[in-house]
C-alpha cells in the first residue's frame, strides 16, 4: 500500500506497461468503458470498481487545486457562500443524530463553510485542507483549519465524528487514508462521507457526460456496494446510507455544468435565462447523485 493517499503516479496521458492493481480488490484486469479528457475509465473485472487509467500523480492534482481555487471551479465554488453554507447546514442536520458527544474533524475542510455550519450547531469542530490557498480564506475567518494531507495530519485530540465530504474519490490510495482516519477517531466514534454513486439514476441518465466523472481531480468512482465494501475492509461499519442532495441556485447549478459538461449546459442555459431572476436565485436541494455513508469505527 503506498505510503500517502495521494502517491505518486504516472503523468496524464501517460499508460503503465503494468496496470495498477484495484484500489478496493488487487485485481489487475479491468474493462475500458470510455474515454474523457485524456483518461480512460476503466471497471475492475473484480470488484466493479470504476477508476481512472492513468491515475494522476501528486504533483498534478496539487497543481489543478491550487490553480482551480486561485481562479477556477473551486474559487467559483469557495465564492458562492449562500450555496455553501446551505449545504453544509443540511449535512450537519444528516450527521449530527448519528455522531456522539464530543468534537469533530472535517477531512477537506476547504474554505470553511461545514466548520462554520458545525460551529453554528454548537459542534467543537477542526479542520484541514490541501489547499493553503482554501485554508488561509478558512483561518481569515477564525475558523480552526490547517493545510496537511491525510499523512501529514497530527491531531491534537481524538473525535467523536470525522467528516469527508467529496473527498474519498478525489485520493490516489483511498485505503491509506481510511486506516489513517483510525487514529483521529475516538472509541465509538463515527466517519461520515459522500462520494459520488456511479449507479445513481442522474449517472446511468447522463453516462460519460456525468458532471462527477471529472479526470483528473476524480480518481476512483464508487456506488453503494463498492463504497460499503471499502469501508468494511477497514473495520467501519455502515450504519446509514442516504442519498445527499445539494442546496444550489439554478444559475449555480448553471456554472457547475458548463465546467463539468458544457453539451447539457448550453441546453440548460437557455432554459435558465427564461426563468425569472426569482426562481433563478432561490435555494433547491437538488439531487446530484451522491450519497451520504455514516459508519461506527
Not at 40 to 66: G, H, I, K, Q, W
Not at 123 to 133: A, P, R, T
Not at 230 to 246: G, V
Request: net charge negative; glycine share 6%; aromatic share 10%.
Amino acid at each position: 500500500m503506498p505510503s500517502s493517499p495521494f502517491a505518486a503516479g504516472p503523468a496524464p496521458g501517460e499508460r503503465t506497461a503494468d496496470p495498477s492493481p484495484c484500489v478496493l480488490c488487487g485485481e489487475i484486469r479491468r474493462d475500458t468503458l470510455f474515454h474523457k479528457q485524456g483518461y480512460d475509465f476503466v471497471r475492475c473485472a473484480s470488484c466493479s470498481l470504476v477508476r481512472l487509467d492513468p491515475v494522476p500523480d501528486e504533483a498534478t492534482l496539487r497543481e489543478v487545486y491550487e490553480r482551480s481555487y486561485e481562479d477556477g471551479l473551486y474559487a467559483v465554488f469557495a465564492n458562492a457562500s449562500d450555496v455553501r453554507s446551505a449545504t453544509a447546514d443540511a449535512r450537519v442536520a444528516a450527521v449530527a443524530p448519528h455522531a456522539p458527544e464530543g468534537p469533530w474533524l472535517e477531512v477537506g475542510c476547504s474554505a470553511g463553510a461545514f466548520l462554520e455550519a458545525a460551529g453554528r450547531a454548537g459542534v467543537d469542530i477542526d479542520g484541514f485542507d490541501l489547499s493553503q490557498v482554501a485554508v488561509d480564506a478558512a483561518q481569515r475567518r477564525g475558523l480552526s483549519a490547517v493545510q496537511a494531507t491525510a499523512e501529514s495530519f497530527v491531531p491534537q485530540r481524538r473525535y467523536a465524528c470525522v467528516v469527508a465530504f467529496d473527498v474519498l474519490e478525489h485520493l490516489i490510495d483511498p485505503n491509506s487514508f481510511l486506516e489513517r482516519a483510525h487514529d483521529w477517531i475516538a472509541p465509538g466514534g463515527r466517519i461520515a462521507l459522500t462520494v459520488p454513486d456511479i449507479k445513481s439514476p442522474q449517472a446511468r441518465l447522463m453516462r460519460r457526460h456525468w458532471y462527477y466523472y471529472a479526470p483528473p481531480v476524480h480518481i476512483s468512482y464508487f456506488d453503494r456496494g463498492t463504497v460499503t465494501r471499502l469501508l468494511e475492509r477497514h473495520r467501519y461499519w455502515p450504519i446509514s446510507i442516504s442519498s445527499a442532495p445539494k442546496v444550489m441556485t439554478i444559475d449555480y447549478a448553471l456554472t457547475q455544468l458548463e465546467a463539468f459538461n458544457p453539451l447539457v449546459h448550453r441546453a440548460a442555459a437557455l432554459l435558465g435565462r427564461a426563468l425569472p431572476e426569482r426562481w433563478r436565485q432561490s435555494a433547491l436541494h437538488i439531487p446530484t447523485g451522491e450519497i451520504l455513508v455514516v459508519a461506527s469505527a
